[in-house]
């Protein structure tokens, strides 16, 4: 069965360290789409980045940046230099093929990180 | 701001009662998605809609219905509610229903069922 594990359920940091979320993904599929999304206090999921099960490159965008390991299955996110709006809790997420359609995006448990001054 | 709406924002019910959530999804945008956010199931994935047609189901209750009108709203319909169902409902849309499609997300309607 498809699954995303996220570990840590929450992690307290102080602003300026680096931090990194963990996401352990299982799936039967050889094709396949990771993603990361943000809820902010707000409420509202913001897509944050997507990978697909056949590019390994790392990727960096600003402050943030990914790193997909297909040996260890893991899709793991890192920020540098925190800061107090990077508090929010983030989801990794894996989609489900439904025969080409993305119908079930499934959902870590999300780890919530908070940035304190 | 992700260009899906999602209203009502809040919602306050009794049991037994039926409810409907309304989501008018990015201008351009075909698919709809219905998630469920609840403190011990998490996310979870409802139902997903394109072009009016549903086009995948996840753990939607029978007793939860939805539908995509021509003007490619969409409507999540929960009746008979139960204690259960309080939880957070997220509409959310994409352009096409492709597997790779990043999906934009509303900022939820909040039920509470008392």
């Known amino acids: 069965a498809q699954k995303v594990t996220q570990a840590q359920t929450e992690i307290s940091v102080v602003e300026k360290e680096d931090v990194t979320l963990d996401c352990v993904y299982e799936?039967?599929?050889?094709?396949?789409?990771l993603f990361w999304y943000k809820q902010p206090p707000s409420g509202e999921l913001v897509f944050l980045i997507r990978r697909n099960s056949f590019d390994e490159q790392n990727e960096i965008s600003g402050r943030y940046s990914w790193n997909f390991q297909k040996s260890t299955s893991s899709f793991n996110f890192t920020i540098t230099a925190s800061q107090v709006v990077d508090s929010a809790v983030y989801f990794c997420a894996l989609s489900e093929d439904y025969g080409g359609s993305q119908g079930n995006l499934i959902f870590g448990k999300g780890t919530k990180l908070s940035v304190k001054p | 701001d992700s260009g899906v709406t999602q209203t009502p924002k809040h919602l306050i019910t009794a049991t037994g009662q039926r409810v409907t959530l309304r989501c008018s999804p990015r201008?351009?945008?075909?698919?709809v998605y219905w998630y469920q956010q609840s403190l011990d199931q998490g996310l979870q994935f409802l139902i997903q809609y394109y072009n009016g047609e549903e086009r995948a189901k996840g753990n939607i209750l029978e007793r939860f219905s939805a539908q995509q009108f021509p003007d490619l709203h969409s409507e999540l319909n929960l009746s008979s509610l139960e204690l259960g169902d309080s939880a957070l409902y997220f509409c959310a849309s994409s352009v096409s229903p492709a597997t790779n499609e990043k999906l934009f997300f509303g900022s939820g309607t909040q039920l509470s069922v008392l």
């Open positions: 201008s351009g945008d075909l698919s």
């Open positions: 799936t039967r599929d050889t094709t396949y789409y």
